[in-house]
């Protein structure tokens, strides 16, 4: 292993969340508490469970309180939900979520079509609730989305996605995550969007990388992170995934690609490839799709 990369990486499970908020079809609430059970008990240490947004907007997740409900509580878990503003806040605490997700992104385009309202405007109204957040004892992660190119804006400055950042470390954010929503980076440009956050002052350890395979190169940008020194990266189970306000947003970086990769580079994460593939199995059985995860068919046919 390269003495350059970071020894251990951290996984941020996102499937429940981000891999079934644009399914085509309904999954029950078993189903779901089932998911997210099964990927705790991979060896997950983060999993995103759900959302607390507008039920209209995306129905597929309007079981959100009683899938929290439901999931089996483990102390080496952090159980996440994003939540858009203060009401998706009082329902996140009111159902026992201890580490909410804030949501925005660098450009107006993709956040008026997300969440009504312009990059400034949406900050705004982030401010109170991550302050309030943070005063009841909840850990808050910031994702801002469209940093390496929007569906409706075109190109992104890297400094872009780079102020929105600072703003919300400076909100109190513990964590920020950096989106490829459309899935257009490629190695350069991550080293470019960093290379702008290092010189907004914002600490390297603080930043995770949230990346879609739509172009298959989301493990070439894990590489790239890796080599400046990212140690958190997101992915889904089986490679579901995409955001229903970002045309052509496909799957996420599948979790069985990324834990075979850093498996391969000697890297840690401590996760079961084969346990998160069975969890993806029974999800993308419910769904009646199949899976996009190359590491996930590998493994499945070295099963048969
Ligand atoms: P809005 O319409 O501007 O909100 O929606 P509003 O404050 O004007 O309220 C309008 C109505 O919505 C009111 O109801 C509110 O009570 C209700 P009424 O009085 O008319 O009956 N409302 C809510 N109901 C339930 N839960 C709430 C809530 N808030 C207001 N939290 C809002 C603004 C952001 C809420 C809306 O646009 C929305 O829910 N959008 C969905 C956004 C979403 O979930 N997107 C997908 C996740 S982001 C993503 O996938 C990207 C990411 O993966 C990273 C990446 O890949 O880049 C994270
Ligand atoms: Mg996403």
């Not at 085509?24 to 947004?53: H, M, Q, W, Y």
């Not at 075979?260 to 993308?284: H, M, N, Q, T």
Request: with cysteine; net charge negative.
């Amino acid at each position: 292993m390269s003495s350059a990369l970071p020894p251990r990486v951290r996984i941020v499970e996102v499937g429940p969340r981000d891999g079934l908020q644009n399914s085509p079809s309904r999954l029950t609430t078993d189903v779901k508490i089932a998911f997210v059970d099964a990927l705790s008990e991979a060896g997950l240490t983060d999993v995103e469970v759900t959302s607390f947004v507008r039920p209209d907007r995306v129905p597929q997740l309007a079981d959100a309180s009683e899938v929290m409900g439901g999931i089996t509580r483990n102390p080496g878990v952090r159980h996440w939900a994003l939540v858009p503003n203060a009401k998706g806040l009082a329902g996140a605490i009111e159902s026992g979520v201890t580490n909410v997700a804030v949501f925005t992104a660098a450009t107006d385009g993709f956040n008026r079509a997300n969440v009504n309202a312009s990059v400034e405007e949406s900050l705004a109204r982030l401010k109170p609730v991550i302050r309030d957040a943070k005063d009841a004892g909840l850990r808050v992660r910031g994702y801002v989305s469209t940093v390496f190119g929007c569906p409706y804006d075109g190109e992104v400055e890297p400094v872009a996605g780079a102020r929105v950042s600072r703003t919300l470390m400076d909100a109190g954010a513990d964590e920020i995550s950096l989106g490829d929503t459309i899935g257009v980076a490629a190695p350069g440009d991550v080293d470019a969007v960093l290379d702008a956050h290092e010189s907004m002052g914002v600490s390297r350890d603080a930043i995770g990388l949230h990346l879609h395979d739509t172009r298959g190169t989301a493990l070439a940008n894990v590489y790239a992170g890796l080599q400046r020194g990212i140690a958190v990266f997101d992915s889904s189970a089986g490679g579901l995934g995409g955001c229903p306000f970002a045309p052509g947003a496909t799957g996420n970086l599948a979790t069985e690609d990324l834990v075979y990769f850093l498996g391969r580079l000697g890297i840690e994460c401590d996760v079961s490839l084969a346990k998160v593939a069975e969890a993806s199995g029974a999800v993308g059985a419910e769904i009646g799709r199949p899976l996009p995860s190359r590491a996930r068919a590998a493994w499945e046919a070295s099963t048969r």
